[in-house]
């Protein structure tokens, strides 16, 4: 196959990236080296493959180049080398393995921004520079971000492994708050980023690969089911123009019904474990939306009652905008405007409790005011299709 | 692997143990050995240390040594006493700790091998 695509390429790479990673660290027991390995062999696979086309047996391909660099670096730690070199293709299959690499990288003991990085790297083989540009920073960051996380990794005995029962759910919700982050990273950037590799892509074939892996952890699933609600309705989000289109006027038959019914499916499964979490009911909330033919179909009721439960759960001022923000449909704009008072001091620094305020307080018949609020929101956001939004409202008669 | 954990109180925490009755005081430190007990095939040594004031700190950097009184860094929250322990990995010590009855802060540093 020749010349590959941009998204063909990223979708091998990510098919097998990590499961080399996982085998390496298992004969090696060194989750450092194993990493460079495969960062080495992703690297030579994006050089070669976009000229001479993806070889028929990827991870064959990418295995023996990872495996001859490994005994080429690993010269002077003899057990290492010799255990690498008694490695031949193929692997014998083993359980997958991923979902260690996945809990070692979203380890509690490595900072937040290094977790996210790492688990790009490790689990879905990104290079460091693909990374670097998702996230418009600086590839030496990114790098030593990667590089300190890895040290800490070796140097303080961050165990590869999956956590015992009793730990399991807490070190789940570090997971899944990983590909959450990198889900909201992608969804919510714009067209200047097209050119990097779409996190969202990512986010979801994490959170399917998780699900693959634990399939009775009715959260991973309801995570799942959120970000691919989300993304179902993507096709409507943008204008030709490439302008954000708000919800409330986005054209419906562009949403994708298929995956919305089957995102829902998913969810009402999860729902029979009785085990309701942060991410089942805002995929519920999103459902509520997806399902709606029109917005003013929208079951506002259904919506407020998902996110007094979830406020139940997981407490937090932004949570209680977004049900503000509901209240305005079953109650009034008025209704709507005292909840937010009382956000005032919490929210202050967030632009959409600003742009908010300013849909309000026009509904409510105080243009001027409505337009200092956009303005504020206006200087809090850095999206430029959030920008583009709140100019032309700042602009309005 | 083998870490230290560093103990570090909180001034909170002091002034908490300093209004206790002696005997509910005498309870919190019976936990602690409780503790020291449960974990003791894990417990390589350590110390309960004497308060800051009693500290005193010497810096090499500046030309002739200098003497100074009290600790190296001046803060709210102190170094109370430390326990080397060796355990399999970080999650063992993590496990450890979160049972840890004593001071609010823990530490916890690998060993260079």
């Known amino acids: 196959m020749a010349d590959p695509s941009h998204a063909e390429l990223a979708r091998v790479v990510r098919d097998h990236a990590g499961r080399l990673a996982a085998t390496l660290v298992r004969v090696t027991g060194d989750f450092a080296t194993a990493e460079d390995l495969v960062q080495d062999a992703v690297l030579a696979a994006l050089e070669h493959w976009p000229a001479e086309g993806i070889p028929e047996r990827p991870d064959g391909w990418l295995f023996t180049v990872a495996r001859r660099r490994g005994l080429d670096v690993l010269r002077r730690e003899d057990t290492y080398r010799t ?26 003991a490595l900072p937040q921004d290094a977790r996210i990085a790492l688990t790009l790297r490790v689990v879905c083989g990104l290079t460091t520079a693909q990374i670097a540009r998702a996230f418009l920073a600086p590839e030496t960051t990114v790098a030593q971000r990667i590089t300190r996380a890895k040290q800490k990794i070796t140097k303080a005995g961050i165990p590869y492994r999956i956590p015992d029962p ?15 982050l990198l889900f909201n990273e992608g969804y919510l950037s714009t067209a200047e980023r097209a050119q990097s590799r779409d996190l969202v892509d990512d986010a979801e074939w994490l959170a399917a690969l998780l699900h693959r892996l634990m399939p009775t952890e009715p959260e991973v699933a309801g995570l799942l089911a959120l970000v691919r609600l989300h993304r179902a309705r993507a096709k409507a989000r943008f204008d030709p123009a490439g302008d954000l289109v708000l919800l409330q006027d986005q054209d419906r038959t562009l949403w994708d019904h298929e995956t919305i019914a089957e995102a829902t499916r998913l969810l009402t499964r999860a729902a029979l474990h009785k085990q309701p979490g942060p991410y089942q ?117 | 692997m083998r870490y230290v954990l560093l103990f570090v109180d909180t001034e909170p925490f002091a002034a908490d143990l300093q209004a206790m009755e002696p005997v509910e005081r005498e309870r919190a430190y019976a936990r602690v050995g409780e503790w020291m007990a449960t974990n003791r095939n894990k417990i390589r040594g350590g110390s309960k240390l004497q308060p800051p004031e009693t500290a005193t700190t010497v810096r090499l950097d500046r030309g002739d040594p200098v003497v100074t009184d009290g600790p190296f860094v001046e803060g709210k929250e102190v170094v109370s006493g430390y326990t080397e322990i060796e355990v399999a990995d970080l999650d063992e010590a993590l496990r450890m700790v979160q049972t840890w009855p004593g001071c609010p802060v823990v530490e916890i540093r690998p060993i260079e091998s």
């Open chain 1, 281 to 397: 009911l805002q995929a519920a909330i999103v459902a509520c939306h997806a399902e709606a033919p029109r917005w003013a179909d929208t079951d506002w009721e259904q919506i407020v009652l998902l996110y007094d439960m979830l406020l139940h759960l997981a407490p937090s001022p932004v949570t209680r905008l977004h049900r503000a923000i509901a209240l305005r449909y079953t109650a009034d704009a008025r209704a709507a405007m005292t909840e937010l008072d009382t956000l005032a001091d919490s929210l202050d620094q967030y632009h959409l409790y600003h742009a908010t305020r300013a849909e309000l307080l026009r509904e409510l018949g105080h243009p001027d005011q409505a337009r200092a609020a956009d303005r504020r929101a206006l200087a809090l956001t850095a999206n430029p299709a959030e920008q583009a939004v709140l100019r032309q409202r700042i602009t309005w008669p």
């Open chain 1, 83 to 108: 255990k690498l070199a008694q490695l031949q293709w193929p692997v014998p299959p083993d359980p997958d393995e991923r979902l260690r690499l996945i809990f070692t990288c979203c380890h509690p």
């Open chain 1, 166 to 180: 009793d730990e399991l759910g807490a070190r789940l919700t570090e997971v899944l708050a990983v590909i959450y």
